[in-house]
């Protein structure tokens, strides 16, 4: 039973400090309770005296959006006359002392989901503050991606040795960069104070690596098609038109707000470092994400 618990879990910034939820309808469910929810969490908040706006928060929106709507009365959606449910939005701990309350086996199991969810959290978190830019590196098939990405990125490079009559492999690298997640190679390695010896595609994470293989493979494609329609090698700027109607195409545009959403909420919540240029892009790191990272 423990294993087949998944109640979400999200960070969020609450009155300036970063704290972890769950949506109180959620674990409801997952208690078993047989009253029913509005007079079941009211009667909870009561009895054992939770603070709004310290325990929980009230929402009528979708979990997620957070602070924007709070109210204490009926809410009425204005276009269907339906009244509209709050939503508890409420903290681990909050939602841990809810789970023993209940005082059965399901109770227990679920405090205990809860007690590991945020072991795992804090242990990733342990990691990154020893050593922020091997974060990436902690999920499970990194290692196997990264042998599989070299092949691609041998394939682009080996594409342009043959193909393109100007090298340079750093300037069309910053194009894919750029293109992906809005940071040449160079500002990314600084936003990660990475050192000379190290390798920039050692610190990236696995979802960008398969993407960006992804992409080279492809434009790899691309350019021997022109070069075959041309009869001749590529010039840079024949190579710069290939690359710009191949990341126009609607699929890679679909990838590229993956990418800036990986990099704008991981290097956020996990390395403390800024984007700028990313902050449209982010979103929350949730458990699942963390899973994804520590395998």
Known sequence: ???????????????GDKK???????LHQWLGVGKFFANWIKDRIKKYDFVENLDYFVSIANFGNGLSTQSKGKIIDAK?????????????????????????????????????????FKKVMHIATLDPKIIN?????????????????????DSIKKFVAVKNYGTYTNMLYKFLFLEKAKEYRKLLN????????????????????AFEVGLSGEIEKEYKKLGKKLTKNQFVNRFNEFAS????????????????????????????????????FSQEDIQKLIG
């Open 1 to 15: 039973m423990n294993d087949l618990i998944n109640i979400k879990v999200i960070q969020k910034d609450f009155n």
């Open 194 to 213: 990475l050192a000379k010896k190290d390798f920039t595609r050692n610190y990236m994470y696995e979802e960008i690596l398969l993407i960006i293989g």
């Open 137 to 157: 590196q902690l999920a499970s098939e990194f290692s196997e991606t990264r042998a599989e990405t070299k092949n691609y990125r041998k394939d682009f490079t």
């Open 249 to 284: 195409q609607k699929n890679w545009l679909v990838y590229q707000k993956r990418a800036r959403s990986i990099m704008a909420t991981y290097d956020e919540e996990l390395r403390n470092v800024k984007h700028p240029k990313l902050i449209d892009y982010k979103k929350e």
């Open 80 to 120: 269907t006359g339906r009244i509209l449910p709050k939503d508890y939005i409420i903290s681990v701990d909050m939602a841990k002392e809810l789970a023993m309350l209940e005082n059965n086996e399901i109770g227990k199991k679920v405090r205990k989901y809860f007690i590991r969810v945020e072991s795992d």
């Open 20 to 26: 972890r939820f769950v949506n109180a309808r959620e």
